[in-house]
Every structure is written in C-alpha cells, then in structure tokens.
C-alpha cells in the first residue's frame, strides 16, 4: 500500500509552461519534505513545510501543505529545462528522526526546450 | 561543510556473487545513516537505520546486510546476490535532532 500517492507519474511540457504536481495521502502528516533528483544522483532537499496551509516559495517554485496536512502540491511557473528530474515528496508522520519519512513514488518531469 | 561519499556509482555482479557498497560522511559526528533502494525513476524504500556504531535497524527482511564499523562509514553486504537485489541504492545522513536527509550520488547495482 503506497501511503503517498504522486500525481501525475510522468509530465513532459515545452519550457515556459506552467505546472503543478500533487502529492496526496489519506494520513496526516506532521510536516512534509519535497525533493528533487537528476539521473545518477541521489535526491537534493527543496523545502520542507510544516504547517496546515503553508506556502513556501523557491523562486519559480510555490509548495503549498493541505490545510488538514494530507497532502500537498508543487507548482512551477514558466518551467525550464534544468526544471528536468524526479520530484520526490516525502512525509513525517511523528516527530523524531528521519526514519519516519515516506517517500511518494515520484514526478518524473520532462521540459522540453 | 558536510560531505556524504558512496561508492562505486556503477557495479555489475552476476547472481550469487558477494556485494560491498561503501559510504563515508565527513564534516559531522555521530550522524545518523541510511540505505534506501530506489526502482528505476520510483520512490525510495528504507532498508537500514544506524543511530550509531553498531547500531543496526532492518527495515525490511531482504537479502543484504548492513554494518557501521566506525561512526561515519556505513556499509551495505550481501553474502549471495539475487536478480532482484538490482536497484539504485543510496546512502543519506542527518543530524540527531534534524529531520533533513542529505543523500549520497548513488550505486546502479546490476545483478546478471
């Protein structure tokens, strides 16, 4: 059972366009990480967001947390090619250590210059 | 700075072969250490938690091992490889009171 589901798998668009991935869950989440990974590279940590509504932006990128911290989405304005990678979130669902993080199966997104 | 090293990036073994896979963090103490293997552009499962020197947590029952014989290395093994221990595996650390995971670049491991 997959406890973060991503969506869309696979997203490819021209650069300049707009997007948004979603990661959602039916638990609730203490905070919520999103990460980003190139091929043969391991993930690199965007932003972490921990509370109910929370909007973080990372210059073209915007993270918003659900209100009920269930889920979350990542919207990109005028995307680029070094936009490319997999777009992992990741949930905590009990304070501590790094251990209680789930990984989402992942965004795979391609721009197209 | 911190600095995470794994190795080797890529590794081909055929079936029933031993495995070795190494990583090393500089620049911080007593981190806590990671393996995760992650399908071909998929999300990443745990494998091992270490909260120190031969401190072990198994995540998952699986084929493979792992040991921390000095505070910073943290090392993945497999006495008799299978076709289905092939993956990407990554080493990460945090900090004991940090929830932030800093990952390593990777190992391609190919089973034959």
């Known amino acids: 059972t997959q406890l973060l589901e991503q969506s869309p798998q696979f997203l490819s668009i021209q650069e300049g366009e707009n997007l948004t991935v979603y990661c959602n869950s039916s638990?609730?989440?203490?905070?919520l990480q999103w990460y980003r990974q190139e091929p043969g590279e391991g993930p690199v940590l965007l932003v972490t967001v921990v509370t109910g509504g929370e909007v973080k932006k990372l210059k073209r990128l915007t993270f918003q947390f659900g209100d009920a911290r269930k889920d979350s989405s990542l919207h990109i304005t005028a995307a680029q090619p070094g936009d490319t990678g997999l777009y992992l979130c990741a949930g905590r669902k009990f304070s501590g250590s790094a251990r209680q993080l789930t990984f989402g199966s992942g965004t795979q997104l391609t721009v197209l210059p | 700075s911190q600095t995470i090293h794994q190795w080797p990036a890529t590794l081909v073994q055929p079936v029933g072969s031993p495995l070795s896979l190494e990583c090393t963090v500089e620049g911080t103490s007593n981190p806590n250490l990671y393996w995760y293997r992650q399908a071909a552009g998929r999300g990443l499962q745990l494998l091992f938690y270490s909260v120190g020197i031969g401190q072990i947590s198994s995540e998952v029952p699986q084929n493979l091992s792992a040991s921390r014989p000095q505070d910073r290395q943290f090392i993945l093994s497999s006495k008799k490889l299978l076709l289905s221990d092939s993956g990407f595996y990554l080493c990460?650390?945090?900090?004991?009171?940090?929830?932030?995971?800093?990952f390593g670049s990777g190992t391609q491991l190919s089973v034959l």
């Open positions: 990460a650390w945090s900090g004991i009171t940090n929830e932030k995971l800093f």
């Open positions: 638990s609730v989440f203490s905070s």
